[in-house]
């Protein structure tokens, strides 16, 4: 079975672009979450989303935004890009709502680097 | 609000040596606790959880942990090191009473295996 598949592996822009990150759950995962991994830190929680309603929402500023599709695959958005935004940005399915109950499944990530 | 810290950025050990990486929480209710493992360029592992009833967690490839409520840490051992656990460990935890994906991760111990 595929695991969390994430597209693309890497991505080079400039700030002031935007950019969309994809992400496809587990078959049968209906929660989708995403985290942003600055080198040399660990990863931060963004979104999560289960039964494509937004369920959790971390300290992030208005320019990300995130949505979750009827079939479950998932997309991160970030708008204006700022240097900052250099990231891993990891996407994880649980078949669960809570952490507790359903363990998350992690993507191997996309790498972003604004210029 | 919750928190977690990883106490050493950075071990050290030598093959078939104890592997003893700390974690302390800061919660003001027993949260869930969750030990995750990164290889390069490769997305997170569960290691091993903590949500209830036992205090001792065994996890994959000989990693274990233990919940201590008086000294809120869930420190992750392995009696053996090999080669192969040369990786970055994050503790993290989330809230037992919000129910969502939501978990806050420390800032990761890098693991080095010196043969």
């Known amino acids: 079975d595929a695991g969390v598949t994430q597209s693309p592996t890497h991505l080079i822009k400039t700030r002031g672009q935007q950019v969309t990150l994809r992400c496809s759950p587990i078959?049968?995962?209906?929660?989708v979450s995403w985290y942003q991994q600055v080198l040399g830190q660990g990863p931060q929680f963004i979104f999560q989303?289960?039964?494509?309603?937004?369920?959790g929402r971390g300290n992030f500023p208005d320019r990300f935004s995130a949505r979750q599709f009827p079939n479950y695959s998932s997309e991160l958005n970030v708008n204006a890009l700022l240097l900052g935004d250099s990231a891993l940005y990891l996407c994880?399915?649980?078949?669960?709502?809570?952490?507790?109950?359903?363990?998350?499944?992690f993507g191997e990530g996309s790498r972003l680097t604004v210029l | 609000a919750q928190s977690v810290t990883q106490l050493g950025s950075h071990v050290s050990v030598s093959e078939g040596a104890l592997v003893l990486l700390r974690c302390n929480y800061s919660?003001?209710?027993?949260?869930?606790l969750f030990w995750y493992v990164q290889y390069p360029n490769q997305g997170l592992q569960l290691l091993l959880k903590?949500?209830?009833?036992?205090?001792l967690v065994k996890g994959i490839n000989g990693f274990e942990a233990e919940f201590k409520k008086s000294e809120t840490s869930f420190h992750l051992t392995k009696p053996s090191a090999h080669m192969s656990d040369a990786a970055e460990y994050f503790c993290?935890?989330?809230?037992?009473?919000?129910?969502?994906?939501?978990?806050?991760f420390g800032q990761g111990t890098t693991l080095q295996v010196k043969p």
């Open positions: 994880a399915s649980s078949g669960a709502l809570g952490a507790g109950t359903g363990e998350l499944f």
């Open positions: 078959s049968g995962h209906k929660s």
């Open positions: 989303y289960y039964e494509k309603e937004e369920r």
């Open positions: 919660s003001s209710v027993p949260p869930y």
């Open positions: 903590y949500t209830s009833a036992a205090t």
């Open positions: 993290a935890v989330s809230d037992r009473s919000s129910n969502t994906g939501k978990l806050i």
